[in-house]
């Protein structure tokens, strides 16, 4: 039955308003003019980095992050963003009480000014006693804030931290910026954000269409707006525009029996391409046969370099005469955009041929290598041609350490003085990516054997990916590499900080990657020996060749810490204990830290290492003028027994050492001394008031002591044994 009238009580009740979202979406979008592709990936991981950083040091929770980026755009989403921004309590340190009141015990301008800095009142003071005196602090309250409100600031301050190699003005406000900044779009909960920046103020819409065709978006929602860049062919996600353009030359490829050049992503092509276009389109296109007769680098560095096109290649790798262009969006002619691609790499092909043409006249290397007394490596350092004289000279003490034969040494010998030969080649100068690369393929055109001429392509490696492979080529790699480290060392010339700009760091670096995959020795004070007597070090007195030395020694072996060792990695802990010890030979150095950490936690290292931890300890601090034990002095029986059992096994420990067996010499080494060590401190007192039986004592120590540390490690470094000792405190 239908009811009229007053309704009940419970249907009269109003609708409750609908609950706040605990947390909503924002977008902020940074729109530009065209930024340099190698700017943008950085610009990318700033913001994202950034934005974080300031939401946290806002108290503002949120899920996620996301950070996009492309030439005309810098994008950041965050997700599930908290709604209220959440102000702890917190006290804030102010003047002394001294400074705060004045002799009648009013407040004076520093009090005043603190009070209003923090918004507060004198009610809000407390008085807090420390060592350095009576202070004031402040205590503010916890606030709540609706986040709409704090992020306008926050958006401004996030444009402000972005950083590149260089950035500009472009009006009157004097705001800079990578490039000149034309919108800002900036949405939170669906709703605009009014920020503003220089002279523009954000508006909730982005533009598409490129610069010749702009048109603006209306933007209300963050699934909205990545739907309208999807629609206007705008791949906003670089992760995914990378992998559209790899897909798109793939299936090009493909129809044309073929496949992307294999070198494409170690040149990075695809990563430039991928910073270069917001909406890929592709281009195919075809060049002349005849420069297929040119060296398959040569091709690709041309073709990557002026056109940035992708090559490709048959299934048997030979280059076909074809490629794909990446454009910005679809274009409305193609036929005339593919005709001007294909005449301009035509056109760039053809200075190729003629720069490999003109080189030729100028063989052989060896000819060429004349020219490089006109190339300057340094100017305190002299020419490549000296730089290659140096080379020559410090081949013996290698040549020495990995046992080379004659033919190999002769090898070596021909690949140092043609090493840098090609870099007075005309190609070279076109493409100076090519250096050693075009070194090779004259050599060979030369005559030359191809040992030398990989070498002379190796010597510039590791690259990326690339290392040397051979053994010449590994030989010439690390000579290079330590005459440029130590010749720049020799003049003053040093990284600091991150200021390396002669690339001693990637020299050192590549010393040691180029000396562990080859794994041969690499005795570092012959090295230095046969530098020392070359410039810039000839003529200088003997100590500071020594400092000089020093500096280098420490600098090659600090690289250790930022190897990329092989699996299992080794710990801090074990390179410090081994750098603690003489290290002559690199090799044997980061042989001896692997066999370290292999031992990690096995009780013959523990009890090794408690040899060395309780030798060290009372040798530390001793003046020890006695060199050797003198057996005639050995009055205690424990003293005795652990003196025969030093000379009993000394020659063992010494031999498993010499073999590289650090397991065995750590585990024999532990089980000779560990019990009669233990035995001889309980029974025995070292530091007696007769000197000459003092003496002879630390001289045992220090003999049981140096016969581990001065060939494998300082185990008292071990984080084990330092917890150890703390906890006995």
């Not at 239908?2 to 979008?29: C, I, N």
Request: hydrophobic share 40%; net charge positive.
């Amino acid at each position: 039955m239908k009811r009229y009238g007053k309704t009940s009580k419970e249907s009269r009740a109003p609708r409750p308003l609908p609950r706040a979202p605990a947390s909503a979406e924002m977008l902020f979008e940074i729109g530009t003019e065209e930024l340099p592709a190698a700017y943008v990936p950085g610009l990318i991981e700033q913001l994202g980095r950034e934005t974080a950083a300031l939401l946290q040091s806002r108290h503002l929770t949120c899920e996620r992050v996301l950070s996009y980026g492309t030439p005309r755009r810098l994008v950041v989403i965050v997700r599930g963003l908290a709604t209220t921004q959440h102000n702890p309590a917190e006290e804030i340190r102010g003047p002394s009480k001294r400074a705060a009141y004045d002799k009648e015990g009013k407040p004076t301008p520093a009090l005043q000014g603190f009070l209003r800095s923090q918004g507060g009142t004198a009610a809000d003071i407390k008085v807090v006693s420390s060592e350095k005196g009576d202070y004031l602090y402040f205590t503010k309250r916890a606030t709540t804030v609706p986040t709409a409100t704090v992020l306008p600031g926050l958006l401004l301050q996030l444009i402000a931290k972005l950083r590149s190699p260089k950035s500009m003005r472009w009006d009157s406000s004097g705001v800079r910026f990578a490039r000149p900044i034309r919108w800002l779009l900036a949405l939170y909960d669906g709703k605009p954000l009014r920020c503003t920046f220089g002279t523009l103020t954000s508006a909730a819409r982005t533009w598409v269409g490129g610069p010749l065709h702009p048109r603006s978006v209306k933007v209300i929602s963050v699934g909205g707006y990545l739907k309208s860049l999807t629609h206007a062919g705008v791949i906003v996600n670089q992760e995914e525009r990378r992998a559209a353009i790899d897909k798109v030359v793939t299936q090009i490829a493909s129809r044309a029996r073929g496949k992307p050049a294999i070198e494409t992503a170690s040149h990075g092509l695809l990563e430039e391409v991928t910073y270069l276009v917001e909406s890929p389109a592709p281009l195919t296109g075809v060049f002349d046969q005849k420069y297929l007769a040119l060296p398959r680098e040569v091709l690709l560095a041309s073709m990557a370099k002026h056109q940035r096109v992708f090559a490709i290649q048959s299934s048997s790798h030979a280059l076909l005469p074809q490629c794909v262009a990446i454009l910005e969006g679809t274009p409305t002619k193609p036929d005339g955009i593919r005709k001007t691609v294909e005449r301009i790499l035509n056109a760039r092909l053809a200075d190729s041929l003629m720069f490999w043409n003109d080189d030729h006249t100028r063989l052989p290397l060896e000819q060429m290598a004349t020219a490089l007394s006109g190339v300057t490596f340094h100017e305190q350092l002299g020419s490549m041609a000296d730089k290659t004289q140096r080379l020559v000279a410090l081949i013996p003490p290698l040549a020495d350490a990995w046992q080379l034969t004659g033919e190999e040494r002769h090898q070596l010998e021909r690949a140092c003085r043609l090493a840098k030969a090609d870099l007075v080649s005309t190609m070279v100068k076109e493409f100076p990516t090519l250096q050693g690369i075009m070194g090779k393929h004259y050599a060979k055109d030369s005559g030359e054997s191809q040992a030398v001429a990989d070498a002379i392509e190796e010597h510039y490696l590791p690259l990326a990916d690339r290392a040397p492979k051979t053994l010449i080529g590994s030989a010439l790699a690390i000579l290079d590499k330590w005459d440029t480290l130590t010749s720049y060392f020799g003049v003053g010339i040093m990284p600091t900080g991150d200021q390396d700009p002669f690339g001693l760091r990637r020299a050192a670096q590549g010393i040691v990657e180029v000396a562990w995959a080859i794994h041969r020795p690499l005795p570092i004070d012959a090295l230095l020996e046969a530098r020392f007597t070359l410039p810039p070090f000839a003529g200088k007195d003997s100590n500071g060749m020594r400092q000089a030395g020093d500096r280098i020694r420490q600098y090659l072996l600090e690289r250790l810490y930022m190897f990329a060792w092989p699996p299992p990695a080794p710990s801090t802990d074990c390179i410090d204990a081994v750098l603690s010890s003489p290290c002559r030979d690199l090799i044997d150095v980061m042989d001896r830290v692997r066999s370290l950490h292999q031992m990690l936690g096995h009780p013959d290292l523990l009890k090794a290492a408690k040899v060395i931890e309780r030798t060290r300890n009372i040798l530390k601090g001793a003046t020890l003028r006695q060199p050797e034990v003198d057996p005639a002095r050995l009055q205690e029986a424990p003293e005795r027994a652990l003196w025969d059992l030093y000379r009993s096994n000394e020659a063992r420990v010494i031999e498993l050492t010499n073999k590289k067996s650090y397991a065995d010499a750590t585990t024999l080494f532990g089980a000779v001394f560990f019990e009669p060590l233990h035995e001889f401190f309980d029974r025995v007192l070292v530091n007696v008031k007769e000197e000459a039986l003092q003496q002879n004592r630390l001289a045992l120590m220090r003999a049981i002591h140096t016969l581990y540390t001065d060939r494998i490690a300082d185990l008292s470094k071990l984080t084990i044994v330092q917890q150890q000792q703390e906890s006995a405190r």
